[in-house]
C-alpha cells in the first residue's frame, strides 16, 4: 500500500489508494452497497425534476395524455386532446396518473400541470434499473465489482436523461434489467450445474409482464434474442425449465390481457391497427418521425450516451471476442450484439431504445477490467480514454456558446465551477488510466469517471438549463397567461403547436388552422388570449379588415425550439370583455 507522512509524521493514504478502499468500505455488505447506489441515483437524478421544462415533443405527449385520464376517468383508452394516441400500451399513463394523483392528495398545489410528478415513475424506474443491474452483476462479478460495475452503468448520461423525462424508456429499462438478470442467473446456474439461487421466477416475469404493459413487444425481445442464441449454443433449451414456463406466461396474460381486450374492445381494434400497423412496422421499414439514422449510428452515438463508461466498453470487445465460449462472456455477447445488431439494421434511430443494453456492457467492461484487460499499453487504449474528459469539455464549450448564440451572449455562470470540476475530474480519469499500467489504476479512472459524472450531470439539468430562458418558450408563454386582468381566459395559439404548451396551458388549447379562425377566436367575446407564431402573422393581420386592425400585441416572446432546431418569435395577443 503506498502511503504518504503528513508534517506531524501521521501515514496518510495516497488518493489512488483511498479510492480503493472507498470501494472496499462500501461493498462490504449488500445493504451497504445499495444505499451508496441510491445515493449515487439521487446525487444524479434529482436535480432539475422540477426546474427542467416540459422536453418537447414526447414528454408532454406521455404527461397531457396521463393528465386526461385524471380529467375524464378513462383508464383504457389513451388520448391527447381529442386524438387517440394509439403508439404505446397504457403502463406508463398508469404510473404517471398514480404519481400525480398521490401528489394531488399531498396537497401539491397545480399538481396535473407539474411535470416533475409526472417524471417520478422514470426518477423511480431509473434507480430500479441501477440496483437490478446490481443484483445481474452480482452473478458475474464480486460484489466490488457488482458495485463498480452498477455505478458505471448509472453514470452514463442516457440513463441520467431518461431519469428525467416522463416517458418509457426508464421504466422499460427496469423492467429489461429483471427479466435479463433473471435469465443470466439461470444461464450460468444451468452451466454450473446447480440450482440458479435468488428471487428469478418473481424477476423473471413480473418485468416481462411489466415491460409489456410499458412498451409492448420489447421486454420480449430484449429476452428471446439471448435465450434463442445460448440454446443454440447448449443445443438445449432445458436450461430454461427453472424459470417455469407454464406458469410465468400464465401470471404474465393474468397481468396484461385485461387491459389489452379492454382496449380492443373500446377501440374497435383501431389500438392494434396504429401501434402495431403504423408504429412499430412504421419504424422498421423506414424513418418514423423523420428519425432516421445509418448504420452505426447507435455505435458513434454510444461514445457519448455511454459516457463515462464508453471508452472502456470499447476496450473491453477484443476481450469479450477472445473469451467468447466462456459462459458468462458468451451471456453478456448473446445479451448485446444480437438486439444492437438489429436497432442498426432498422431506419429509425433515437439513442434511447439501447439504454436496456448498457447494463450488460457495464458488467463487461468490469469483467474485462478484473481480468486485467483494460491495459493502457495496449494500441489505441490511451487515445480511445480521452473520450472521458473530451465529453464535458465538450458539453461546457456548447453550452456557452448556445448561451451566447441563443440568450443575448448569455454565459451559464452559475454552472461553470460544476462544469470546471467536472471536466478537471474526467482529466484525471484519463491521466489516471494512462500512467498504467500501475496496478488499479484502470479501476480508479473509472470511478473517477463516476464521480466526473455526478457533477457534469447536475451541473447541466440542474444548473446551466436555468441560465438559458431561451430554450423555455413554452413556460415563458404559459406564464403570459397570469398576466391577463381576468381568470382563466381561453388560450389559442396559431402556428405554435408544441405538445408542452398543451400541457401547460390546459387539455382545452385551441389550436386554430389559419389567421382567419385565429380572428373568429379573439372574437368570440370573453376574456382571451392567442399567441401567433412568426411565420402565421401575416395570415393573421390579413384576415382583418381594412380599418379594424388586430389588437395591440400585449407581449412578444423569442427562444429556440429544440424539438425543430430552429429560432421561434410568438406574440401574444389579450382581449377583455
Not at 405554435?496 to 404548451?501: A, M, Q, T
Request: glycine share 8%; proline share 8%; net charge positive.
Amino acid at each position: 500500500m503506498t502511503t504518504s507522512l503528513s508534517a506531524g509524521g501521521t501515514a496518510r493514504l495516497a488518493p489512488a489508494d483511498r479510492i480503493g478502499r472507498g470501494l472496499d468500505a462500501l461493498s462490504v455488505t449488500h445493504a451497504r452497497a445499495v444505499a451508496a447506489l441510491l445515493a449515487l441515483c439521487l446525487v444524479l437524478f434529482l436535480p432539475g425534476q422540477i426546474s427542467l421544462q416540459p422536453m418537447d415533443r414526447d414528454e408532454p405527449r406521455f404527461a397531457q395524455a396521463s393528465k386526461q385520464m385524471l380529467e375524464t376517468g378513462d383508464l383504457v383508452n389513451i388520448r391527447f386532446q381529442d386524438e387517440a394516441r394509439n403508439k404505446k400500451p397504457v403502463g406508463i399513463y398508469w404510473a404517471q396518473a398514480a404519481a400525480v394523483a398521490a401528489g394531488e392528495a399531498l396537497g401539491v398545489p397545480d399538481a396535473r400541470t407539474q411535470i416533475a410528478l409526472y417524471r417520478i415513475p422514470s426518477l423511480i424506474g431509473a434507480a430500479a434499473s441501477v440496483l437490478l443491474a446490481y443484483w445481474a452483476a452480482l452473478a458475474f462479478l464480486p460484489r466490488r465489482g457488482a458495485l463498480l460495475a452498477a455505478a458505471l452503468y448509472g453514470a452514463c448520461l442516457m440513463l441520467n436523461a431518461e431519469a428525467h423525462l416522463a416517458k418509457t424508456d426508464a421504466f422499460l429499462a427496469a423492467c429489461a434489467t429483471a427479466s435479463l438478470a433473471a435469465l443470466a442467473r439461470t444461464w450460468l446456474a444451468a452451466r454450473a450445474g446447480r440450482t440458479p439461487a435468488g428471487p428469478i421466477f418473481a424477476a423473471f416475469w413480473l418485468g416481462m409482464a411489466l415491460g409489456i404493459l410499458v412498451k409492448g413487444p420489447m421486454v420480449p425481445l430484449f429476452v428471446a434474442l439471448p435465450a434463442l442464441g445460448l440454446s443454440v449454443v447448449a443445443r438445449s433449451g432445458r436450461w430454461l425449465l427453472p424459470l417455469r414456463p407454464l406458469p410465468g406466461l400464465a401470471l404474465t396474460l393474468l397481468l396484461v390481457a385485461p387491459w389489452f381486450a379492454a382496449i380492443a374492445w373500446k377501440s374497435g381494434g383501431a389500438f392494434y391497427a396504429e401501434a402495431i400497423g403504423h408504429d412499430m412496422l412504421g419504424k422498421v421499414g423506414g424513418a418514423a418521425e423523420r428519425h432516421w439514422g445509418p448504420p452505426g449510428a447507435y455505435t458513434l452515438a454510444f461514445f457519448a450516451t455511454f459516457w463515462p463508461g464508453a471508452a472502456f466498453a470499447a476496450m473491453s470487445l477484443p476481450f469479450a471476442w477472445r473469451a467468447r465460449r466462456e459462459p458468462a462472456i458468451a451471456f453478456l455477447i448473446a445479451a448485446d450484439l444480437p438486439a444492437w445488431l438489429i436497432f442498426e439494421a432498422v431506419p429509425t434511430k433515437l439513442p434511447h431504445y439501447v439504454l436496456p443494453l448498457m447494463p450488460w456492457l457495464a458488467i463487461l467492461t468490469v469483467l474485462a477490467l478484473s481480468r486485467g484487460a483494460l491495459d493502457p499499453r495496449l494500441r489505441g487504449a490511451r487515445l480511445t480514454a480521452l473520450l472521458v474528459p473530451a465529453i464535458p469539455v465538450a458539453l461546457t464549450l456548447g453550452l456557452c456558446v448556445v448561451g451566447w448564440r441563443l440568450d443575448s451572449h448569455t454565459i451559464p455562470w452559475p454552472a461553470l465551477p460544476l462544469l470546471a470540476a467536472a471536466c478537471a475530474v474526467a482529466g484525471l480519469a484519463w491521466l489516471t488510466f494512462a500512467r498504467g499500467p500501475v496496478e488499479g489504476s484502470a479501476e480508479r479512472a473509472l470511478v473517477l469517471g463516476v464521480l466526473a459524472s455526478c457533477l457534469l450531470g447536475p451541473a447541466v439539468l440542474g444548473v446551466a438549463q436555468r441560465s438559458l430562458p431561451a430554450l423555455k418558450v413554452s413556460p415563458r408563454l404559459a406564464a403570459l397567461r397570469d398576466r391577463m386582468p381576468c381568470a382563466d381566459p381561453a388560450v389559442a395559439s396559431l402556428g405554435y403547436r408544441e405538445p408542452s404548451l398543451v400541457f401547460l396551458i390546459g387539455t382545452g388549447l385551441a389550436l386554430p388552422p389559419d389567421g382567419p379562425a385565429a380572428r373568429e377566436f379573439l372574437e368570440a367575446g370573453g376574456c382571451r388570449l392567442l399567441f401567433v407564431e412568426a411565420r402565421d402573422r401575416d395570415d393573421f393581420n390579413a384576415a382583418w379588415p381594412v380599418g379594424h386592425g388586430a389588437p395591440a400585441p400585449m407581449a412578444e416572446v423569442e427562444g429556440f425550439n429544440l424539438n425543430t432546431g430552429r429560432r421561434v418569435f410568438v406574440t401574444a395577443y389579450g382581449v377583455t370583455p
